[in-house]
Every structure is written in structure tokens, then in C-alpha cells.
């Protein structure tokens, strides 16, 4: 089986609402989770998508613990989105590429450094299995420069192959063969069901380049987030962490807010590792 992954810049705008040291008021509450007050909600800066706006947002408890992490999607971010042909992909600064950047408490409490999503409006090999039009919501552990360093394939091949040790990936993961330029090699879950013949509707890819692993991504497609359903998916485990000391998902979530009309997709369900 030969699996590619092609997937992220867009000028980052500042909301008026958005701050670098305090909390927004309005909560987002992830379906499912115990309602509470005693958390607060900072909110990355705003970034045009669309016919809308994405940005990063994170739950953090009164007494500093990270709850949930993700991306709120205005409803006009999923319309005239640009349908860019694959050899013209950037997968950093290019037009289906959205760049989104954290509050610094997201960047404090977790391993993550800066989210991309890629639009693939035609999807992405294996054929008949994620070649339907979806996002790839790539959580990067890395610094933007050191993924803007990564090469071609051909360039550093070592690089792509050296793969993280034993543990720092969930057993029954696939390492796709090759790598992408800007994103690294891509880990699938064999255990997903689109595997066994059932319908892509989302999954979770792990990412690793130069025996690390580089970032956590939920891959979506268009019609799931359309659908305003609510999804709760376990995130399967790996036996080690890097680095510690930080919150890490145990579970991925999707839903729409009716009285906004807003997409959401989080990490959430954070341990201390």
C-alpha cells in the first residue's frame, strides 16, 4: 500500500477581542465535558480562512491546568476555499494553507508551537480512501522554522526515515513510505475504519521527522464538519512523551455551536505527561 500525505501561511490579523495575557469571557465548552466556571478560554489571534475567520483557542482551569485545545472555525471559513492543484502545494504559505498562531498560555502548558490546516479540495492518495475534500489540522510540536527547514523527500531521506524510538508512537501505527517537504513523514492508524472498508470520515495522523515526533493532526473531511455532528474519538497512546511536563489529548473532538454557527475541532481530555 503506498500512502502520501500532501497538506501551511496566511497573515495573522489580531481580533479586537483577542489579548496576550488575558482571558476572553465567553467560554468554549466542549460537548460532553462537565459544565463548569471555573475555567477561562484564550483565544490566538484571527486569521482570514474563507469566506470567514479560524483561530486557536485553549481551556485552562483556575488553578492551571490545561483542559482542551483547538481551532474555532467560523461558518464562511468553510466556503471559497481555493482549490490549489497538487504540484503548486506549499503546505506552509500557500493559498489552502491557513497558519494559526497560539496564546502564549496554549504554548506555556503544552508541546505545541503553532497550528496549520491544509484544504485538499480533491483529497490526497491512497485513492478510494482519503480522496475526498477535507482538512488536515496539523498541531505542530515544532518551531515554524525548523518545519519551514524540512526538505523534499529525496533531499534527506535518513531524515525522513529515522523514526522516533520504540514507544514514542501507539502501536499499530503505519508509517507511510516517503515524506512530505515543510511536514515530515505521516502515521496512520491501521486500526481506523476507513482500513476496513468503511467511509473516510475522520481519523488521527502522528508525524515524526529526524526521530522525532512532530505534530498530532486530526484529518477531516468537509461533509463531517457540514454536518454540525457531534464526535468524540479516542486519541490512541503512546507509552512515552516528548517533552514532559506538559498536557497532552487523550481524545479529539468535533461539533458545531448552534446558537453561533461556529466549527469546532479539539484536543482535549488532557493529561499531565
Given amino acids: 500500500m503506498v500512502i502520501s500525505f500532501t497538506s501551511c501561511k496566511k497573515d495573522i490579523l489580531t481580533s479586537k477581542d483577542d489579548s496576550a495575557t488575558a482571558a476572553i469571557s465567553s467560554h468554549v465548552q466542549v460537548p460532553g465535558a462537565e459544565v463548569s466556571d ?15 475567520h479560524a483561530r486557536t483557542w485553549i481551556n485552562i482551569t483556575h488553578d492551571n491546568k490545561a483542559l482542551a485545545f483547538g481551532v474555532e472555525l467560523t461558518d464562511g471559513a468553510l466556503a471559497n476555499l481555493p482549490d490549489v492543484p497538487e504540484d503548486e502545494r506549499d503546505f506552509i504559505s500557500g493559498p489552502a494553507d491557513f497558519l494559526l498562531a497560539l496564546h502564549p498560555r496554549a504554548r506555556e502548558l503544552t508541546p505545541y508551537d503553532h497550528v496549520c490546516i491544509n484544504w485538499n479540495e480533491h483529497g490526497h492518495e491512497p485513492p478510494g480512501i482519503y480522496d475526498q475534500p477535507h482538512f488536515d489540522f496539523h498541531f505542530y510540536k ?81 461533509a463531517t464538519i457540514q454536518s454540525g455532528a457531534t464526535i468524540h474519538k479516542d486519541i490512541r497512546q503512546p507509552l512515552y512523551f516528548s517533552p514532559t511536563d506538559k498536557y497532552y489529548p487523550t481524545q479529539f473532538s468535533i461539533w458545531e455551536n448552534e446558537t453561533n454557527s461556529k466549527h469546532y475541532i479539539s484536543l482535549d481530555e488532557m493529561v499531565l505527561r
Fill in 38 to 52: 471555573s475555567y477561562n478560554t484564550f483565544y490566538g489571534p484571527v486569521v482570514q480562512m474563507g469566506n470567514g
Fill in 142 to 222: 515544532i518551531t515554524l522554522a525548523d518545519q519551514t527547514a524540512i526538505p523534499e523527500y529525496t533531499a534527506a531521506p535518513t531524515l525522513f526515515d529515522n523514526e522516533p524510538p520504540a514507544g514514542f508512537m501507539p502501536a499499530l501505527y503505519f508509517r507511510g513510505p516517503g515524506g512530505v517537504p515543510k511536514m515530515g513523514a505521516h502515521w496512520v492508524d491501521i486500526l481506523s475504519p476507513e482500513f476496513s472498508g468503511q467511509l473516510f470520515t475522520s481519523t488521527f495522523i502522528y508525524g515524526s521527522y529526524d526521530g522525532q515526533v512532530t505534530f498530532y493532526e486530526p484529518m477531516i473531511t468537509m
